[in-house]
């Protein structure tokens, strides 16, 4: 190979190194600190410069510094290298400085292989089906550059190996489908996984501060998917019932620490009943969610298990262990009566307020009490405040001063749920009635295509629970006194005062709303099918097929049978294109067809280790009369064979002897 | 320790092959049943990212990671049946080796034919610490690469073993073919030191034991040999350019010689042999006629390039069974 040569498959191998790893690193560009991709950036530009402008490259005492560096400031950013994003990180690093020293083959296949390992990572922190596509194509992209970096002399050409490349990919789908169906899945993990604590993720955030926030700025993320089996409820009915809020320190409702005992059991279920599937994205948080109030629940997983906490919350247990997707199925009533008894202490506990917050409101609620002192209608009552008032239901409040509720009720006006709900549950204490908060979200939206409620952030909401000793906890939801619609056909589908976003806008074109919801199945598909298999869906499946109860041996003895199979067919079916290609040499041939003859004759067929010179020979002295025809056959045969042959004469001149030996007419000569 | 092992293991591998195979006659296509395979380096570095991959799936749940670690499991297992498959269809012969003397290295021609409809990729061919290639066969194209194998003694040297390989697809495996085919390549005995003076038979029949010299014109100069009269020697020449140099006469062909076997008898066999192969090395040089007396074999006089092989492969073979 020239100098020349050698030189630009160099720099071809660079720049598809280079390619490969800043693509492998780009979903991960979002998680990482800022400095670790602009450390491969900066170590990528210096090898070229190095390469184009003949750079020095960085000295041995400097590398070790960058090395050091760069590891000191992974464990000071995350003050361990233990966890995902963490080793992530410390995988660029390591790509960027291996880069600036890539020279051999060896170190472009290393880089290769991190590759494929950073696309991996990746992965594990979910996606949706674009990045998977991405992913994909990525690694079809990873395996051409595999191909390119792993030959010896000049690159392949590209648009034929990425054709390879591609097949290759298609050939291995079927394995890794069967794999990945019947390859025994875990129920839990090998070794601890470091958590990652709610990193800013949208949802409920477990407490409520009325008065602080003046835009609630809805995403249209999805919170969570719902599958009903038989009856949906009507949407006025679907109060999602999430996290309960008891405590109040005059400005933030939060949870209870701890629990007041168990006091589920006496719970009264009445109405009708509901069945669904809950598919969450849990998001290191406890609680989940269900339609109030329900009365069964199981999760698919055995190693976490649901419980009702003493405010009626469901929430995961163990508590922690909770990341990522949870599928769990509810029954739930529609109407129920939950008659605890309160100790003293409960009611105090239920009933408890800043002393001198909010007077006017506290002058309000008197004047109510003495009017009629009777608990039955003082609720009604209360409500009537704001359904008298023009008060009005808005996602971009004022903002609220010290006496939140007092701001509310007689200056604002203006607020959405959180508002009404803390105002209501402040004024029922007050009255010296045990109130609180509940948190959750209210409708949803029916996907029509898939037949599943998609439940949004936008849906969230929050209500009232007020305990009277004979009926026991009420839901009240004074949102419902000022905006009816709210409650009857769900956030989305009200226009309260809802600030005309460019997505809703679009929202409101038909055909791009059959679009969406075409979408959110295939996003359902992806998070319930394909990155939600698991254990239990394995086992359905393999139900389905026929395996009761199969165990992991007896799983991993199916795995293994089934990759033998699928790579027999795969051998029996590469080799069958490979022997339609097979040209045979038609010198070969010729010659073979002449030995045909010879045998038939009585010549002993050509020995192994036998020259076909020492066989002629052999073939003379049998057959002394045609020593002459096979000599000159043989001799054509050689000169078809090893001698340059352009036109193919000499194969051509071979045949017509071979023809014509023993066949009583002479060759036509050439 | 370690590498010694896996000679003795790839040694027994291969011995294993040649009785499985037996003898290959002189052009051998590839087939499935005769090509092996067994990954690199890299291959097992592979293997061993998509086992982590596995682990890490398997801890974190990850049915995206799964599906990945079982695509990059599916995808290196048909890599190996390409691998396997760019073998298929070369045709392998033996396209001669040119006759060396004993020390030099022996260079054998390997002709491969691509019979295949498709390019064939990175072959390559290797004996022991010798190797050629990796070249690209496209479909009906031919190329010949070349092993070289040391030399000690004269004699044939065979090929025994070699291997035709291709790591094409990737680099992650590696698939390989041994041929044992009857290559051979014929080894001069080396040449003895420049200096000794032709000894000439006694019986040397039609010679021309000394030339009639001085009557001729001169010519020119050439190198000088041993063997030349110091009265022919170009000395002014030589203090000039302190290269000795020989005069030559128009129409004095130099003296034809007989080099005999048993004018050496004061050294042994092969010393002989290697005298006997320097003189007529430079009986040749000079453009004398010359022939050769062995114990079993006589080979008259002659020139030319056909008759110093004659003669030097009798002097390869001498004593040798054939």
Same mark, same amino acid.
């Given at each position: 190979?020239?100098?020349?040569?050698?030189?630009?498959?160099?720099?071809?191998?660079?720049?598809?190194?280079?390619?490969?790893?800043?693509?492998?690193?780009?979903?991960?560009?979002?998680?990482?600190?800022?400095?670790?991709?602009?450390?491969?950036?900066?170590?990528?530009?210096?090898?070229?410069?190095?390469?184009?402008?003949?750079?020095?490259?960085?000295?041995?005492?400097?590398?070790?510094?960058?090395?050091?560096?760069?590891?000191?400031?992974?464990?000071?950013?995350?003050?361990?290298?233990?966890?995902?994003?963490?080793?992530?990180?410390?995988? =660029?690093?390591?790509?960027?400085?291996?880069?600036?020293?890539?020279?051999?083959?060896?170190?472009?296949?290393?880089?290769?292989?991190?590759?494929?390992?950073?696309?991996?990572?990746?992965?594990?922190?979910?996606?949706?089906?674009?990045?998977?596509?991405?992913?994909?194509?990525?690694?079809?992209?990873?395996?051409?550059?595999?191909?390119?970096?792993?030959?010896?002399?000049?690159?392949?050409?590209?648009?034929?190996?990425?054709?390879?490349?591609?097949?290759?990919? =298609?050939?291995?789908?079927?394995?890794?489908?069967?794999?990945?169906?019947?390859?025994?899945?875990?129920?839990?993990?090998?070794?601890?996984?470091?958590?990652?604590?709610?990193?800013?993720?949208?949802?409920?955030?477990?407490?409520?501060?009325?008065?602080?926030?003046?835009?609630?700025?809805?995403?249209?993320?999805?919170?969570?998917?719902?599958?009903?089996?038989?009856?949906?409820?009507?949407?006025?009915?679907?109060?999602?019932?999430?996290?309960?809020?008891?405590?109040?320190?005059?400005?933030?409702?939060?949870?209870?620490?701890?629990?007041?005992?168990?006091?589920?059991?006496?719970?009264?279920?009445?109405?009708?009943?509901?069945?669904?599937?809950?598919?969450?994205?849990?998001?290191?948080?406890?609680?989940?969610?269900?339609?109030?109030?329900?009365?069964?629940?199981?999760?698919?997983?055995?190693?976490?298990?649901?419980?009702?906490?003493?405010?009626?919350?469901?929430?995961?247990?163990?508590?922690?262990?909770?990341?990522?997707?949870?599928?769990?199925? =509810?029954?739930?009533?529609?109407?129920?009566?939950?008659?605890?008894?309160?100790?003293?202490?409960?009611?105090?506990?239920?009933?408890?307020?800043?002393?001198?917050?909010?007077?006017?409101?506290?002058?309000?609620?008197?004047?109510?009490?003495?009017?009629?002192?009777?608990?039955?209608?003082?609720?009604?009552?209360?409500?009537?405040?704001?359904?008298?008032?023009?008060?009005?239901?808005?996602?971009?409040?004022?903002?609220?001063?010290?006496?939140?509720?007092?701001?509310?009720?007689?200056?604002?006006?203006?607020?959405?749920?959180?508002?009404?709900?803390?105002?209501?549950?402040?004024?029922?204490?007050?009255?010296?009635?045990?109130?609180?908060?509940?948190?959750?979200?209210?409708?949803?939206?029916?996907?029509?295509?898939?037949?599943?409620?998609?439940?949004?952030?936008?849906?969230?909401?929050?209500?009232?629970?007020?305990?009277?000793?004979?009926?026991?906890?009420?839901?009240?939801?004074?949102?419902?006194?000022?905006?009816?619609?709210?409650?009857?056909?769900?956030?989305?589908?009200?226009?309260?005062?809802?600030?005309?976003?460019?997505?809703?806008?679009?929202?409101?074109?038909?055909?791009?709303?059959?679009?969406?919801?075409?979408?959110?199945?295939?996003?359902?598909?992806?998070?319930?099918?394909?990155?939600?298999?698991?254990?239990?869906?394995?086992?359905?499946?393999?139900?389905?097929?026929?395996?009761?109860?199969?165990?992991?041996?007896?799983?991993?003895?199916?795995?293994?049978?089934?990759?033998?199979?699928?790579?027999?067919?795969?051998?029996?079916?590469?080799?069958?294109?490979?022997?339609?290609?097979?040209?045979?040499?038609?010198?070969?041939?010729?010659?073979?067809?002449?030995?045909?003859?010879?045998?038939?004759?009585?010549?002993?067929?050509?020995?192994?280790?036998?020259?076909?010179?020492?066989?002629?020979?052999?073939?003379?002295?049998?057959?002394?009369?045609?020593?002459?025809?096979?000599?000159?056959?043989?001799?054509?045969?050689?000169?078809?064979?090893?001698?340059?042959?352009?036109?193919?004469?000499?194969?051509?001149?071979?045949?017509?002897?071979?023809?014509?030996?023993?066949?009583?007419?002479?060759?036509?000569?050439? | 320790?370690?590498?010694?092992?896996?000679?003795?293991?790839?040694?027994?591998?291969?011995?294993?092959?040649?009785?499985?195979?037996?003898?290959?006659?002189?052009?051998?296509?590839?087939?499935?049943?005769?090509?092996?395979?067994?990954?690199?380096?890299?291959?097992?570095?592979?293997?061993?990212?998509?086992?982590?991959?596995? *682990?890490?799936?398997?801890?974190?749940?990850?049915?995206?990671?799964?599906?990945?670690?079982?695509?990059?499991?599916?995808?290196?297992? &048909?890599?190996?049946?390409?691998?396997?498959?760019?073998?298929?269809? &070369?045709?392998?012969?033996?396209?001669?080796?040119?006759?060396?003397?004993?020390?030099?290295?022996?260079?054998?021609?390997?002709?491969?034919?691509?019979?295949?409809?498709?390019?064939?990729?990175?072959?390559?061919?290797?004996?022991?610490?010798?190797?050629?290639?990796? &070249?690209? *066969?496209?479909?009906?194209?031919?190329?010949?690469?070349?092993?070289?194998?040391?030399?000690?003694?004269?004699?044939?040297?065979?090929?025994?073993?070699?291997?035709?390989?291709?790591?094409?697809?990737?680099?992650?495996?590696?698939?390989?073919?041994?041929?044992?085919?009857?290559?051979?390549?014929?080894?001069?005995?080396?040449?003895?030191?420049?200096?000794?003076?032709?000894?000439?038979?006694?019986?040397?029949?039609?010679?021309?034991?000394?030339?009639?010299?001085?009557?001729?014109?001169?010519?020119?100069?050439?190198?000088?040999?041993?063997?030349?009269?110091?009265?022919?020697?170009?000395?002014?020449?030589?203090?000039?350019?302190?290269?000795?140099?020989?005069?030559?006469?128009?129409?004095?062909?130099?003296?034809?010689?007989?080099?005999?076997?048993?004018?050496?008898?004061?050294?042994?066999?092969?010393?002989?042999?290697?005298?006997?192969?320097?003189?007529? *090395?430079?009986?040749?040089?000079?453009?004398?006629?010359?022939?050769?007396?062995?114990?079993?074999?006589?080979?008259?006089?002659?020139?030319?390039?056909?008759?110093?092989?004659?003669?030097?492969?009798?002097?390869?073979?001498?004593?040798?069974?054939?």
């Amino acid at each position: 190979m020239s100098a020349l040569t050698r030189n630009t498959t160099g720099m071809s191998r660079l720049i598809w190194t280079a390619g490969i790893c800043i693509g492998a690193s780009l979903p991960h560009w979002t998680t990482l600190p800022i400095w670790a991709p602009a450390l491969l950036l900066l170590c990528i530009g210096w090898r070229f410069a190095a390469r184009i402008a003949r750079l020095p490259l960085p000295g041995r005492k400097l590398m070790w510094l960058v090395t050091f560096g760069a590891f000191g400031a992974v464990f000071f950013e995350f003050r361990t290298i233990n966890g995902l994003v963490p080793g992530t990180a410390l995988l =660029v690093v390591m790509v960027s400085l291996k880069f600036l020293e890539a020279r051999s083959q060896r170190d472009h296949m290393l880089l290769t292989v991190i590759a494929y390992f950073l696309v991996f990572a990746s992965l594990l922190a979910g996606g949706g089906p674009l990045k998977g596509l991405y992913l994909f194509v990525f690694v079809w992209i990873t395996t051409l550059g595999l191909l390119q970096v792993g030959r010896h002399g000049s690159l392949l050409p590209n648009v034929p190996t990425a054709r390879l490349a591609g097949r290759m990919l =298609v050939q291995s789908l079927p394995l890794m489908i069967v794999l990945f169906l019947l390859f025994p899945r875990l129920p839990g993990p090998l070794w601890a996984i470091p958590g990652a604590p709610g990193s800013g993720s949208t949802g409920l955030s477990g407490e409520m501060s009325p008065g602080d926030i003046t835009d609630l700025g809805l995403s249209d993320e999805i919170a969570f998917r719902v599958e009903f089996m038989g009856q949906t409820p009507a949407a006025s009915e679907l109060y999602w019932r999430g996290p309960v809020l008891p405590l109040f320190d005059g400005r933030t409702w939060t949870r209870l620490r701890g629990s007041r005992g168990t006091v589920s059991d006496t719970i009264e279920y009445l109405g009708q009943t509901s069945e669904y599937r809950v598919m969450l994205e849990t998001e290191g948080r406890n609680w989940v969610f269900a339609i109030d109030m329900p009365q069964t629940w199981t999760t698919g997983d055995r190693r976490q298990s649901i419980r009702m906490n003493s405010e009626y919350q469901l929430n995961v247990f163990p508590p922690g262990a909770n990341q990522g997707r949870l599928t769990y199925t =509810v029954t739930s009533h529609s109407r129920y009566r939950a008659a605890e008894t309160l100790t003293d202490s409960e009611i105090e506990l239920f009933t408890r307020l800043p002393s001198s917050s909010n007077p006017r409101t506290r002058e309000l609620v008197e004047r109510i009490v003495e009017d009629d002192p009777d608990v039955r209608t003082l609720v009604e009552r209360a409500l009537g405040v704001f359904r008298q008032s023009d008060f009005f239901y808005t996602l971009t409040p004022p903002p609220l001063g010290v006496h939140t509720a007092d701001d509310f009720i007689f200056e604002t006006k203006e607020g959405f749920c959180e508002h009404y709900a803390s105002a209501f549950a402040i004024m029922m204490r007050m009255a010296g009635l045990p109130a609180r908060v509940v948190t959750g979200y209210q409708g949803g939206e029916l996907n029509s295509i898939g037949d599943y409620y998609v439940i949004r952030q936008s849906d969230a909401h929050a209500w009232t629970e007020v305990w009277t000793p004979e009926d026991g906890w009420l839901r009240v939801d004074p949102v419902s006194a000022v905006a009816p619609e709210r409650i009857a056909l769900g956030s989305s589908r009200s226009s309260i005062a809802r600030p005309a976003t460019v997505a809703t806008r679009l929202g409101r074109l038909p055909w791009l709303r059959q679009a969406a919801l075409a979408w959110d199945v295939v996003n359902t598909f992806w998070d319930d099918r394909i990155v939600g298999y698991g254990p239990r869906l394995q086992r359905l499946l393999l139900e389905r097929l026929g395996f009761e109860r199969p165990d992991w041996r007896e799983l991993l003895a199916l795995t293994v049978i089934s990759t033998a199979v699928l790579m027999v067919a795969l051998t029996i079916y590469l080799g069958l294109k490979v022997r339609e290609t097979i040209v045979p040499d038609p010198a070969a041939r010729s010659f073979a067809s002449f030995m045909r003859k010879l045998g038939k004759l009585e010549v002993e067929p050509m020995q192994p280790g036998e020259s076909p010179t020492a066989y002629a020979r052999r073939a003379a002295e049998r057959l002394p009369d045609d020593a002459e025809s096979i000599r000159s056959i043989t001799a054509t045969y050689l000169a078809a064979r090893y001698e340059p042959d352009p036109g193919g004469s000499a194969s051509s001149r071979l045949r017509d002897l071979v023809r014509s030996f023993r066949s009583g007419y002479a060759p036509a000569s050439t | 320790m370690l590498s010694a092992q896996s000679a003795r293991l790839r040694s027994l591998a291969a011995d294993w092959a040649r009785r499985r195979q037996g003898e290959d006659s002189h052009a051998v296509a590839l087939q499935r049943r005769r090509v092996y395979i067994l990954p690199t380096r890299y291959g097992l570095i592979f293997a061993l990212t998509v086992f982590a991959m596995l *682990l890490g799936s398997l801890n974190y749940g990850a049915s995206l990671g799964f599906g990945l670690t079982f695509l990059l499991c599916g995808l290196g297992l &048909v890599l190996m049946q390409h691998c396997h498959n760019n073998l298929l269809g &070369v045709t392998i012969s033996f396209a001669g080796a040119d006759p060396v003397f004993a020390g030099a290295e022996a260079r054998f021609r390997i002709a491969l034919q691509n019979g295949a409809a498709e390019t064939r990729w990175d072959l390559a061919i290797d004996c022991g610490a010798s190797g050629d290639g990796p &070249v690209d *066969l496209a479909s009906g194209a031919a190329t010949t690469l070349q092993v070289n194998l040391p030399t000690r003694t004269r004699g044939w040297v065979h090929l025994t073993r070699f291997s035709v390989s291709s790591r094409h697809p990737g680099n992650l495996f590696r698939a390989w073919s041994w041929i044992h085919m009857d290559a051979r390549c014929l080894v001069y005995p080396e040449p003895a030191p420049p200096g000794r003076p032709y000894a000439f038979s006694s019986d040397a029949g039609g010679m021309r034991s000394a030339p009639q010299q001085e009557e001729d014109d001169f010519v020119g100069l050439r190198d000088a040999s041993p063997a030349d009269p110091p009265r022919r020697l170009a000395w002014k020449a030589y203090a000039r350019s302190d290269q000795l140099m020989t005069k030559e006469f128009a129409g004095s062909a130099a003296p034809a010689c007989l080099f005999d076997w048993r004018e050496l008898a004061e050294l042994d066999d092969d010393a002989k042999l290697s005298q006997l192969t320097r003189w007529c *090395l430079d009986a040749a040089h000079e453009g004398r006629s010359f022939g050769l007396v062995l114990p079993d074999r006589k080979i008259p006089l002659g020139t030319g390039e056909r008759h110093l092989h004659d003669c030097l492969q009798a002097l390869a073979l001498h004593g040798l069974a054939e």
